[in-house]
């Protein structure tokens, strides 16, 4: 039987999905295990490759999900990996807030 999605949840996937098709996918030869979504020169999404995690961009992308739609880390967490795996076919990687502040090979994308 199939999965009823609700509005909501409609509501959310439309929004990642418009997240990530802004983007453009990035190589960087200083990461060659990484493959970087960039919006407007700002990276959004990383896809480590090596690591498996899929770092998303706390301030534009993975807030959103809390405040907006009112979920909790560990919610935004299993949505996200809903859509890595549906949308981009990566199984097995783990979602992850980044705070660019923190993560600072970003600022060189």
């Given at each position: 039987m199939e999965k009823v999605v609700s509005k909501l949840e409609h509501q959310m996937e439309e929004l990642f999905i418009k997240k990530l098709n802004s983007c453009e996918k990035v190589k960087n030869e200083k990461y060659p295990d990484s493959v970087f979504f960039k919006c407007?020169?700002?990276?959004?999404?990383?896809?480590d490759n090596e690591n498996k995690f899929f770092w998303v961009r706390y301030s534009i992308v993975w807030s959103v999900f809390e405040h907006r739609f009112k979920l909790s880390c560990d919610d935004v967490e299993l949505f996200i990996k809903g859509m890595v795996e549906k949308h981009l076919k990566l199984e097995g990687f783990t979602p992850n807030y980044c705070m660019v502040s923190n993560h600072s090979r970003w600022k060189s994308i």
């Open positions: 407007q020169d700002r990276v959004l999404f990383e896809q």
